[in-house]
């Protein structure tokens, strides 16, 4: 069993974009010398803190731990507005660059691991496939396509698809908070993540490359976990994106509440993360160790 450690402040890391944008993300480091370093997106209106526990939990296990603060979000110096949007275009080729840069500025020399949570996990591999010789492995947590085929609700979820963009436009971003799904989001975002829930295909609106060819060609360790009662992340869902991944050496875990000890949800391990940080430290310890060689 994994011997529980102090908790380790987190590193408050600046991350200055190029269009003025600004944020900072959060480092968690282990006591002792990192075997390699996980960049971690949230989930959809989710700040990088609410994911402090999980970092401390991969830091304990020899995973150093930067949490990406998504624009819009946190300690973001941009908020959505009629005055303000921007879309997958902007997440992809100016947030997660700088991001990373930033962490591995303060982690060189370190096999470089990407993962996320949700729609988090959507833009790794996306990103992945978009920049496959940066990362050794990709790891996902309760991910997988939003394509409203792929789950059981699926019509009511094809409705909400299709109103999400109107709604956006009308206010000037999907007020979120008051709907209670995610946060108050930019218009081009839902409208990149809505049109990837009705099409079951990733594009980005003004984005020239080709992302479903980039998710085709990844050659990755690909370490996903899945809990087991998550309605927002089921199997089908999972099973979808994968198969757009056909080259990925995948892994696959499925936690229950007995293995949590929270309800086995979308979002209740992140309070409790010991079980999901187990199996990704499991699963992509071999990706680290290959890289690092």
Request: one cysteine or more; glycine letters at 12%.
């Amino acid at each position: 069993m994994q011997e529980a450690v102090a908790d380790t402040p987190a590193i408050v890391v600046p991350v200055a974009i190029a269009d003025g944008a600004r944020s900072e993300l959060l480092l968690v480091l282990p006591v002792q010398a990192p075997s390699s370093l996980l960049y971690w997106l949230p989930a959809m209106g989710v700040g990088a803190r609410h994911y402090l526990p999980l970092a401390q939990a991969l830091a304990d296990r020899g995973i150093a731990v930067a949490l990406h603060e998504w624009r819009g979000i946190g300690s973001s110096n941009r908020r959505a507005g009629r005055r303000c949007d921007w879309g997958y275009r902007e997440l992809l080729r100016q947030d997660l660059p700088a991001g990373v840069a930033a962490a591995r500025e303060r982690c060189p020399n370190l096999p470089c691991l990407l993962g996320g949570h949700s729609l988090g996990g959507q833009l790794a591999s996306l990103y992945a496939g978009l920049h496959p010789q940066a990362f050794a492995g990709l790891a996902l947590v309760a991910s997988g396509s939003p394509y409203w085929r792929r789950f059981r609700r699926g019509a009511w979820i094809g409705l909400a698809y299709a109103l999400a963009p109107v709604l956006a436009g009308l206010v000037g971003h999907l007020p979120g908070r008051r709907l209670g799904f995610g946060g108050n989001e930019a218009r081009g975002v839902i409208a990149d993540w809505a049109r990837s829930g009705r099409t079951g295909r990733y594009a980005a609106a003004g984005l020239p490359e080709d992302l479903e060819a980039a998710l085709a060609r990844l050659r990755l360790p690909l370490q996903a976990v899945r809990l087991r009662d998550d309605w927002l992340g089921p199997q089908a869902s999972l099973d979808w994106l994968l198969a757009k991944m056909p080259l990925v050496s995948a892994k696959r875990a499925v936690l229950d509440p007995d293995d949590l000890g929270v309800p086995a949800d979308h979002f209740a391990w992140m309070k409790q993360p010991a079980a999901v940080a187990a199996a990704l430290a499991d699963g992509l310890a071999a990706a680290g160790r290959r890289a690092g060689s």
